[in-house]
């Protein structure tokens, strides 16, 4: 089955009590059991519900992996994962991940004595340079939140198989409509479903895909025990939404690219970082794995960081917004927003200045996209 048909029809059967062409939404906390003993599958939402498992076998089809596990957000996703290690474990992360996760794993994790050492990934030798006796797992964004690095998820493979490490990826900037990190290796697909996989702006979610039953059965233990599970109408919205993600993903890259060589030719934008350009450092990475380049957009101007805070704060079209991967243009300022309680120095060293602005770029006609984008650098 071909991608496209997919995203349209995996896990999709008519209900075989009304014949309705869409999935139910099951808004129910518990069901009736037929009699003491006897299983049918379903017994508290908490543990199992039909639509969120619809949309776990969706999730997975879609990933080409086998087992999906849904979660209340992109976060309890991550936090999930990594109950699958024990204290005095070790991860060698990605330098640049959204800053959530670094918070999560800096700030929460490491009280439960898990440590983590991060590097530049887009270079796999700082990976395997970075491994210790006590590393259980690599994980990876690609590309990052901001600074958009790819990261050669081959090389990265070989790495992990090589030490007998489990392999994580985030590939939400992606999505399975361009990366599929399972063929080069991955144990863990992560995707926040609050982006682009529901694409509209209106729920908070996050899913994990693998091949290994192992894990699948220790995650859904996760799941079950700690309860971070999406409601049933959410995980029908997700589905809805993954309904039309090849379309939408094909066009937020489409426009992505016109804003990207917009801006790059621009004489007061001073750096643009897309995977899309050949300027951008891993572009021939970018090209092997990527079948497209996604719709986010990090860049600076001539004017630093007053030029930013003009450009962010005269946009109309755009929405000033925390969030991405949706319909909607929307434009971030990571230092203040995104990443603001990355201490500075931790910022800069790795090159997300005070001065770097995000765009998701939307679905809307390019043409309008780029005349707010010309209106905001006028009064720069």
Known sequence: MKFETKVVQAGMTPDPT????????????TYVLEEVG????????RSSNPTRQV?????????GGKYGVAFASGMATVDSCLKLLKAGDHVVCSDDVYGGV????????????????????????NIENAIQSNTKLIWIETPTNPLLKVTDLEAVGNIAKKHDILFGVDSTFAT?????????????????TTKYLS????????????????LFDQLKFVQKTIGAVPGPFDCWLTIMGVKTLDLRMKKHAENAQTVAEYLEAHPKVASVTYPGLPSHPSYDVAKTQMSGFSGMISFELTGG???????????KLAKLAESLGA??????????????????EDRESRGLTDGLVRISVGIEHVDDIIADLAQALEKV
């Open 327 to 344: 319909v909607e243009t929307m434009i971030t300022h990571p230092a203040t927003m995104t990443h603001a309680e990355v201490p500075r």
């Open 305 to 315: 960081i007053p030029a930013g805070k003009t450009v962010m704060n005269s946009v």
């Open 199 to 214: 694409g509209h702006n209106q729920l908070i979610g996050g899913a994990v895909i693998t091949n290994r039953e192992d």
């Open 55 to 63: 949309l776990e076998e969706q999730l997975a089809a879609i990933e």
């Open 176 to 192: 399975p409509v361009f990366l599929r990190p399972l063929e080069y290796g991955a144990d863990l697909v992560m995707h926040s």
């Open 102 to 125: 670094s918070r999560h794993f800096n700030q929460i994790l490491v009280n439960y004595d898990l440590h983590f050492t991060y590097v530049d990934s887009s270079n796999a030798a």
């Open 38 to 45: 006897k299983d049918k599958g379903f017994d508290y939402t």
């Open 18 to 29: 009304t014949g309705a062409i869409l999935p139910p939404l099951y808004q129910t906390a």
